[in-house]
């Protein structure tokens, strides 16, 4: 275990998770943040899972998480049970070993998640797809998944082969080199063709073949498409001629009477699944709906909880079979005729409901059964046979794979022979280069010593041109042979291919009228879809909506419920604290006493009492005092005008008579 958590440190302390974890910090991590860490390492594989496990609930986390593990091929150490357990509590084991496991193997994971979104299939129940819409639709996702992978195949390779900058270089100068070659030729064909008279009718007789043969491909794509929809019309004819003949030849040994009772037994137990058995089945389904909807409501449940439940399903199982043997005891007294009839009434019930599975597993096992002899026809029909072989047919067929065999043994051996030989002959090839080049540098350095350097070189070049100049003028002459005979050949091609069309548009004016009765019927058919697919629309809404109230309701309880825990818990509080307060009062010790609430907000009252007793004299105090202290105040103030008033009149005196003695009378 240190081990494993030492290498899941290591890991997730590198890019891109960038961890801070040591042993001890990693190891006391509860259990809601180990999950997270494994979250967050599962939204660097696949960035859907990036998300804060506080605002899920843990059911919905470990329904997800348990589905993304699917989707990675992830094999647990334990049972699933305990795996499942496991990851909603966040056992440590569980996490660590699902950790290690996905840090080992994180990139071929991620593509693996990639390819998981795409390739993860819709299984589409076997009822739903006798439809030929939905068998057309599905056969169409899967051809759509089988071409995703081949592009996924493909994307990888090229992946792999990367090319370095010299490759891509030497290969645009090789394309332009060849560009120009090209352009060159062009040139010298259009200067060669110019000349020539008819060269306007030639270029327009080019133009009709191309329209024509662009029109020939056309008509043989649509006659492609119309052979198609008649294979299919044609399929379904068979099958429902099949089915008409099957019916007649089980109508031949039969009279009417025995026609109308298989009918009225058909009709019965097709009333009976209908009315009874159907009805049944959709309410247990419903009751078991409710019922794990309320459990995925509810908090998870510890063992006590558990532990709970069996008692009480105990208790009550005890019961339920206390009143049965009550109500047996009752009926022991009844009529015994009356009891007789209600067990054999069971019985047949019982009869009945197990008839009607075994009707339904037998009609089930006939719809496989149809639709996997569809399947080989429709594999028959596409390597090309048209009916079963038959034993001599077989073994014939049996005696010419084996001749093939010994003929492509026989010709395997003949190639390896001729591979070899290919390799000897290169060999010798690859000496006699050798050679050549060795021989050519002893004949230059030859030239050098006499003088005539380069010699030989010119004297291949100028071989080279008489040999294209030969060449050159064979090609003309050739080329005007060509031009006159493509201008024959394409007039006889036209007036090939238009006799040839003939027949074909014949052929396509009653496939016309067949299709137009087909999509008559497929537009009928969409409607009948179209008001279905409404109807159902209506009721998905309706549900929706029911959905969203109770969802609603649900949350508004969850945060009532919420309240009332925090006010339970400030509730709790207050009580610990009256019960804290009560045991210090109850304690003989004087110091403890002292300590209590009590006694501090009685030290406060007393010193408070006190502070008021104070203020109240000072304001006594004050109040005897006001009448004098304002009077004072008037008479100062007075005083503080009269002298004002004295020191304007003598400054005006000083300023009138200067040098005069100043006299101030009080």
């Given at each position: 275990?240190?081990?494993?958590?030492?290498?899941?440190?290591?890991?997730?302390?590198?890019?891109?998770?960038?961890?801070?974890?040591?042993?001890?910090?990693?190891?006391?991590?509860?259990?809601?943040?180990?999950?997270?860490?494994?979250?967050?390492?599962?939204?660097?594989?696949?960035?859907?899972?990036?998300?804060?496990?506080?605002?899920?609930?843990?059911?919905?986390?470990?329904?997800?998480?348990?589905?993304?593990?699917?989707?990675?091929?992830?094999?647990?150490?334990?049972?699933?049970?305990?795996?499942?357990?496991?990851?909603?509590?966040?056992?440590?084991?569980?996490?660590?070993?699902?950790?290690?496991?996905?840090?080992?193997?994180?990139?071929?994971?991620?593509?693996?998640?990639?390819?998981?979104?795409?390739?993860?299939?819709v299984e589409v129940p076997d009822e739903i797809l006798q439809d030929d819409e939905v068998e057309k639709i599905n056969q169409e996702y899967l051809e759509l998944l089988e071409e995703f992978k081949e592009v996924h195949k493909a994307t990888d390779k090229l992946k792999s082969n990367q090319y370095t900058a010299a490759d891509i270089k030497k290969d645009i100068q090789q394309m332009e080199q060849e560009n120009e070659q090209l352009t060159k030729t062009i040139e010298r064909k259009k200067a060669r063709v110019e000349s020539m008279a008819?060269?306007?009718?030639?270029?327009?007789?080019?133009?009709?073949?191309?329209?024509?043969?662009?029109?020939?491909?056309?008509?043989?794509?649509?006659?492609?498409?119309?052979?198609?929809?008649?294979?299919?019309?044609?399929?379904?004819?068979?099958?429902?001629?099949?089915?008409?003949?099957?019916?007649?030849?089980?109508?031949?040994?039969?009279?009417?009477?025995?026609?109308?009772?298989?009918?009225?037994?058909?009709?019965?137990?097709?009333?009976?699944?209908?009315?009874?058995?159907?009805?049944?089945?959709?309410?247990?389904?419903?009751?078991?709906?409710?019922?794990?909807?309320?459990?995925?409501?509810?908090?998870?449940?510890?063992?006590?909880?558990?532990?709970?439940?069996?008692?009480?399903?105990q208790d009550l199982q005890t019961e339920l079979n206390d009143l049965h043997q009550q109500r047996v005891s009752k009926s022991d007294n009844a009529d015994e005729k009356l009891v007789m009839f209600r067990k054999q009434a069971m019985m047949i019930a019982r009869k009945k409901e197990a008839l009607a599975e075994e009707l339904k597993e037998c009609t089930n096992e006939w719809t496989e059964a149809e639709n996997e002899?569809?399947?080989?026809?429709?594999?028959?029909?596409?390597?090309?046979?048209?009916?079963?072989?038959?034993?001599?047919?077989?073994?014939?067929?049996?005696?010419?794979?084996?001749?093939?065999?010994?003929?492509?043994?026989?010709?395997?051996?003949?190639?390896?022979?001729?591979?070899?030989?290919?390799?000897?002959?290169?060999?010798?090839?690859?000496?006699?280069?050798?050679?050549?080049?060795?021989?050519?540098?002893?004949?230059?350095?030859?030239?050098?010593?006499?003088?005539?350097?380069?010699?030989?070189?010119?004297?291949?070049?100028?071989?080279?041109?008489?040999?294209?100049?030969?060449?050159?003028?064979?090609?003309?002459?050739?080329?005007?042979?060509?031009?006159?005979?493509?201008?024959?050949?394409?007039?006889?091609?036209?007036?090939?291919?238009?006799?040839?069309?003939?027949?074909?548009?014949?052929?396509?004016?009653?496939?016309?009228?067949?299709?137009?009765?087909?999509?008559?019927?497929?537009?009928?058919?969409?409607?009948?879809?179209?008001?279905?697919?409404?109807?159902?629309?209506?009721?998905?809404?309706?549900?929706?909506?029911?959905?969203?109230?109770?969802?609603?309701?649900?949350?508004?309880?969850?945060?009532?419920?919420?309240?009332?825990?925090?006010?339970?818990?400030?509730?709790?509080?207050?009580?610990?604290?009256?019960?804290?307060?009560?045991?210090?009062?109850?304690?003989?010790?004087?110091?403890?006493?002292?300590?209590?609430?009590?006694?501090?907000?009685?030290?406060?009252?007393?010193?408070?009492?006190?502070?008021?007793?104070?203020?109240?004299?000072?304001?006594?105090?004050?109040?005897?005092?006001?009448?004098?202290?304002?009077?004072?105040?008037?008479?100062?103030?007075?005083?503080?005008?009269?002298?004002?008033?004295?020191?304007?009149?003598?400054?005006?005196?000083?300023?009138?008579?200067?040098?005069?003695?100043?006299?101030?009378?009080?």
């Amino acid at each position: 275990m240190a081990e494993q958590v030492k290498s899941i440190i290591e890991v997730l302390s590198k890019p891109p998770f960038n961890k801070t974890f040591n042993i001890i910090s990693f190891d006391n991590l509860e259990p809601l943040q180990l999950l997270q860490v494994l979250n967050d390492v599962f939204a660097y594989i696949d960035s859907r899972n990036k998300m804060d496990l506080r605002e899920e609930t843990p059911e919905d986390m470990a329904h997800r998480m348990l589905k993304f593990l699917s989707v990675l091929k992830y094999t647990p150490a334990c049972s699933v049970q305990e795996f499942q357990a496991g990851i909603i509590t966040g056992e440590k084991s569980v996490v660590y070993q699902t950790l290690a496991w996905v840090l080992q193997n994180l990139e071929m994971l991620k593509t693996r998640a990639y390819l998981g979104r795409y390739l993860v299939k819709v299984e589409v129940p076997d009822e739903i797809l006798q439809d030929d819409e939905v068998e057309k639709i599905n056969q169409e996702y899967l051809e759509l998944l089988e071409e995703f992978k081949e592009v996924h195949k493909a994307t990888d390779k090229l992946k792999s082969n990367q090319y370095t900058a010299a490759d891509i270089k030497k290969d645009i100068q090789q394309m332009e080199q060849e560009n120009e070659q090209l352009t060159k030729t062009i040139e010298r064909k259009k200067a060669r063709v110019e000349s020539m008279a008819n060269i306007n009718e030639l270029l327009g007789a080019a133009r009709s073949l191309r329209r024509e043969q662009e029109r020939q491909a056309n008509i043989l794509e649509q006659r492609h498409s119309q052979k198609t929809a008649v294979q299919v019309a044609e399929n379904k004819y068979q099958r429902l001629m099949t089915q008409l003949k099957e019916l007649r030849a089980a109508s031949q040994n039969m009279s009417v009477e025995k026609l109308m009772m298989k009918l009225e037994e058909e009709y019965k137990s097709t009333q009976y699944l209908v009315e009874e058995k159907l009805p049944k089945e959709l309410a247990a389904k419903k009751k078991s709906c409710n019922n794990i909807q309320k459990v995925l409501l509810e908090p998870a449940m510890t063992e006590d909880d558990v532990e709970e439940l069996l008692e009480k399903a105990q208790d009550l199982q005890t019961e339920l079979n206390d009143l049965h043997q009550q109500r047996v005891s009752k009926s022991d007294n009844a009529d015994e005729k009356l009891v007789m009839f209600r067990k054999q009434a069971m019985m047949i019930a019982r009869k009945k409901e197990a008839l009607a599975e075994e009707l339904k597993e037998c009609t089930n096992e006939w719809t496989e059964a149809e639709n996997e002899l569809s399947k080989k026809k429709e594999e028959m029909r596409s390597t090309g046979a048209e009916q079963v072989l038959t034993g001599p047919e077989f073994k014939k067929y049996i005696a010419m794979i084996r001749n093939k065999g010994n003929v492509y043994k026989t010709k395997r051996s003949e190639m390896a022979d001729l591979r070899a030989e290919v390799g000897v002959l290169a060999r010798t090839a690859d000496i006699l280069q050798n050679q050549y080049n060795e021989v050519k540098q002893t004949i230059s350095q030859m030239e050098k010593e006499r003088g005539i350097a380069g010699y030989t070189d010119t004297q291949d070049k100028l071989e080279m041109i008489s040999a294209a100049k030969g060449e050159t003028d064979e090609k003309k002459g050739q080329i005007l042979e060509d031009m006159s005979d493509m201008s024959d050949k394409l007039n006889a091609m036209i007036t090939e291919k238009k006799a040839a069309l003939a027949p074909i548009i014949k052929e396509l004016r009653p496939l016309r009228s067949k299709c137009n009765e087909l999509e008559l019927l497929h537009t009928q058919k969409k409607t009948e879809y179209d008001s279905l697919s409404a109807s159902l629309g209506s009721n998905l809404h309706n549900l929706e909506q029911e959905v969203r109230e109770l969802r609603e309701t649900a949350q508004a309880d969850e945060s009532r419920h919420h309240f009332l825990m925090h006010s339970k818990q400030l509730l709790d509080a207050h009580q610990q604290k009256v019960d804290d307060e009560l045991g210090i009062y109850k304690n003989p010790d004087p110091a403890v006493r002292k300590t209590s609430l009590r006694e501090q907000y009685n030290r406060k009252i007393l010193e408070q009492d006190n502070l008021g007793k104070a203020l109240r004299s000072k304001q006594k105090t004050v109040r005897e005092q006001h009448a004098p202290n304002v009077a004072q105040m008037t008479m100062w103030r007075d005083l503080q005008q009269l002298l004002a008033v004295k020191a304007a009149v003598l400054q005006r005196s000083s300023e009138a008579d200067i040098g005069k003695e100043n006299i101030l009378i009080l």
